[in-house]
């Protein structure tokens, strides 16, 4: 299965927002109510960010927010930090335990 | 504390054969799926396979089928990505990750945490 369309790269000023969209053919997955977010910093290894479309794990600040539309997922950043400058992909469920991530995305903070 | 640890950076020569490891500790290993997944430098992260401890069952994503083998050993709550024969096309990052659930739906399920990741880099 293809990757998950993720725009290569955004960027916003300090205390701006930026909005990371991850697009799949409807017909690859399953269930797009169960996509999950990660973020990367340089050297480190992904960290879960968002789970079930828009839930946050413990200690993931409330300014990263989920939502849904269709085949589109998206991951809100408000308020952009210096720490959030990372790298973010989604991923999602194909079927029979299978999964596919977004081509990842580069955010900037100006 | 949940925690993966994975095995140490590897150097090797292409058509040699590699082992690495991830040792669950801090849960019940048999009971969660382990993901590994690959990133080679400068790219994104590819899904390659996931297996189920507690049978041993294991999934490859199409790229990955039949170029790696996944496997467990419950016993030291370790998991392995094997190959037989590396390329220097298999120069990457080797991540394994959690799988949890949410839920009944197999889809309502995420990957965490990770392991700190393994350097594997073929030479020619």
């Known amino acids: 299965q293809s990757a998950l369309t993720q725009p290569r790269s955004v960027s916003g000023s300090l205390g701006q927002s930026v909005t990371i969209s991850c697009t799949g053919a409807s017909t690859d997955i399953e269930d797009y109510n169960y996509v999950s977010w990660y973020r990367q910093h340089p050297g480190e290894a992904p960290k879960l960010i968002i789970h079930?479309?828009?839930k946050r794990p413990s200690g993931v600040p409330a300014r990263l927010s989920g939502s849904r539309s269709g085949n589109t997922a998206s991951l809100t950043i408000s308020g952009l930090q210096g720490e959030d400058e990372a790298d973010y992909y989604c991923?999602?469920?194909?079927?029979?335990?299978?999964?596919?991530f977004g081509s990842g995305t580069k955010v900037t903070v100006l | 504390e949940v925690q993966l640890v994975q095995s140490g950076a590897e150097v090797k020569e292409s058509g040699e054969s590699l082992k690495i490891s991830c040792k669950g500790s801090?849960?019940?290993?048999?009971?969660?799926?382990i993901v590994w997944v690959r990133q080679k430098p400068g790219k994104g992260l590819e899904w390659m396979g996931i297996?189920?401890?507690?049978?041993?069952?294991?999934r490859y994503g199409p790229s990955f089928q039949g170029q790696v083998t996944i496997s467990v050993d419950t016993s030291i709550s370790t998991a392995y990505l094997q190959w037989s024969s590396l390329k220097t096309s298999d120069t990457a990052i080797y991540y394994c990750a959690r799988r949890r659930r949410g839920g009944v739906l197999a889809a309502n399920s995420w990957f965490d945490p990770w392991g700190q990741g393994t350097l594997v880099t073929v030479s020619s």
């Open positions: 079930d479309v828009n």
């Open positions: 801090g849960y019940n290993f048999t009971t969660d799926w």
């Open positions: 991923c999602a469920y194909v079927a029979r335990y299978t999964y596919v």
């Open positions: 297996i189920y401890p507690g049978d041993s069952d294991a």
